[in-house]
């Protein structure tokens, strides 16, 4: 079940308790476009002294810089879902990391299984009002060149979102300064990771 950072009712206590409960597994932001992945992935990074990756700049250098409309117009959809799939598998490997993802990248279920196991995942919640006042301007969203955007958008909100609420935490992407996202992200990260940590500790202790 998710978490929430208004569950939380937590401050974030030191980023180091943080990074010391990840070990080596990574923070894995998944959501629709325009939820904030990469803006928040980069500070929420800095915020934490881990790498950040975005798995489409990398998937893009895995194509000798062919953009991802670029890669969907050549091969088309599953072959860029496929590519996805190996790319954050590598990524999920590299160690301790903010990694954000594409949108569709989470629907897909060995993704999931793989980001269960070697991550901590975050979803950004938006709106459809938020995403689409967000991409409107942007040409490089491939699944939005339709006669009519927002009714792709809320589409793939309705197919999406009940694969999102799998994530292990909830965050509302929303126009407030980005570090206030940081911040209950951070927060909600704290959380969950202790309730983590004492499960398998209580557990660890049980009598046989």
């Known amino acids: 079940m998710s978490g929430t950072a208004a569950d939380t009712g937590a401050s974030p206590l030191p980023e180091s308790d943080i990074i010391a ?8 932001l998944v959501g629709m ?6 803006t928040i992935g980069r500070r929420l990074a800095a915020r934490l002294r881990l790498p950040f ?42 160690g301790a990391s903010v990694i954000a993802t594409g949108g569709g990248a989470f629907m897909r279920e060995e993704t999931r299984c793989r980001i269960r196991q070697r991550a901590v995942s975050v979803w950004l919640k938006a709106d459809a009002d938020t995403i689409m006042k967000r991409v409107k301007r942007r040409a490089d969203r491939p699944l939005l ?13 309705g197919e999406r979102h009940p694969l999102y609420e799998l994530a ?41």
């Open 145 to 157: 060149q339709t006669a009519d955007p927002a009714a792709t958008i809320g589409r793939l909100i």
């Open 33 to 38: 476009m325009g939820a904030g992945k990469s």
């Open 53 to 94: 990756v975005d798995a489409d700049t990398e998937i893009e250098l895995a194509h000798a810089g062919m953009t991802i409309p670029e890669i969907f117009a050549a091969h088309g959809e599953p072959y860029f879902r496929d590519g996805e799939a190996r790319v954050i598998a590598r990524l999920l490997d590299g």
């Open 21 to 28: 409960a990840l070990g080596r597994r990574a923070i894995v």
């Open 168 to 208: 292990d935490i909830t965050i509302a992407s929303r126009d407030v300064p980005h570090e206030k996202i940081v911040e209950e992200t951070v927060a909600a990260l704290h959380a969950h990771l202790g309730a983590a940590n004492q499960a398998t500790d209580e557990t660890a202790g049980a009598a046989p």
